[in-house]
């Protein structure tokens, strides 16, 4: 489940519309399950299940339909992967959504293998620490960043002013009169921008702006916050190899959910050293082994 949960983060969000509700979702499927965040900018709900709850659940809905979870993952894949990059549904599937007390149901209707396909995800309310980890720290990572952005480049503002001065000094004059600019003033920027840009720049409205916008810094900043909290994780504990779990993590980033779920998508484990009996070499062999593994745990 850590795969589906590391999955999740590194997803970028999708706009919806579905029937009157406007919604921001996410979601990331391997063979293994499945895990869903949807949102409305006022509440955020969450699903994630494993094989034996799909294998449950279609039971329940699709009594005509017999097949492995992992065919019912791949489908599922299938028709939620065009949805959230904003093109028309495959064939003739249909999404909807109810809110069930503080719950969210989004169901799906489709045809598999020639027969009716029909999926419920039941949606919770996400926890405080879901909530915090894909939209607080995320957003707070994006301001700072893009803060840090805007100082570089009224750095480079100010260097090309000097530039510009220096030109000029040098007798240098504009051939069209059009191009011709003021010195940047940062202060005086600030404030236009506050009056002028910022009630138009700060108009969330239903969402789309943050998923047209500013997705890519997004999932540039999750992929960092993973990056340091594997680093954090390697550090505490010295016995552990993280060689494993550092090839999946690193696949992951690379795939993001481009592999289909058909495929093979599991973390690798650890790799075993082979063994050699002490009875089938001779004493010099054998010192120099036992020197090379002392030389190996101080290197």
Not at 163 to 192: C, H, M, V, W
Request: charged residues 20%; proline residues 5%.
């Amino acid at each position: 489940m850590e795969e589906l949960e590391h999955g999740l983060l590194l997803q970028s969000w999708a706009w919806l519309q579905l029937a009157e509700n406007s919604l921001l979702a996410k979601a990331y499927i391997t063979r293994q399950g499945y895990a869903l965040l949807v949102s409305d900018l006022q509440q955020v709900w969450h699903e994630q299940v494993d094989t034996s709850v799909i294998s449950q659940r279609a039971k329940e809905l699709n009594k005509r339909l017999t097949a492995p979870p992992e065919a019912f993952l791949c489908h599922l894949d299938d028709l939620l992967r065009p949805l959230l990059k904003g093109a028309s549904c495959p064939g003739t599937a249909t999404f909807s959504c109810d809110r069930v007390a503080e719950a969210l149901i989004l169901r799906v209707r489709s045809e598999l293998s020639g027969l009716p396909f029909y999926w419920n995800f039941h949606c919770i309310l996400a926890s405080p620490l879901l909530v915090s980890q894909h939209l607080i720290r995320p957003l707070i990572g994006m301001s700072l960043a893009l803060q840090c952005q805007v100082r570089d480049l009224t750095t480079l503002l100010h260097m090309k002013d000097l530039e510009i001065q220096d030109y000029q000094e040098s007798g240098a004059t504009l051939s069209r009169d059009r191009l011709k600019t003021e010195p940047f003033e940062e202060n005086s920027f600030l404030k236009r921008f506050m009056v002028e840009k910022l009630p138009e720049a700060c108009s969330v409205g239903d969402g789309r702006p943050f998923v047209t916008n500013l997705q890519s810094l997004y999932v540039a900043v999750t992929r960092q916050a993973i990056q340091v909290e594997q680093k954090h994780d390697d550090a505490g504990d010295p016995q552990t190899s993280s060689s494993a779990f550092s090839q999946g993590t690193d696949n992951l980033l690379l795939n993001q959910l481009e592999e289909p779920v058909s495929s093979t998508s599991s973390l690798p484990g650890p790799e075993t050293e082979p063994t050699v009996s002490s009875g089938s070499m001779q004493r010099p062999q054998l010192l120099k082994v036992k020197r090379k593994k002392l030389r190996g745990l101080f290197s």
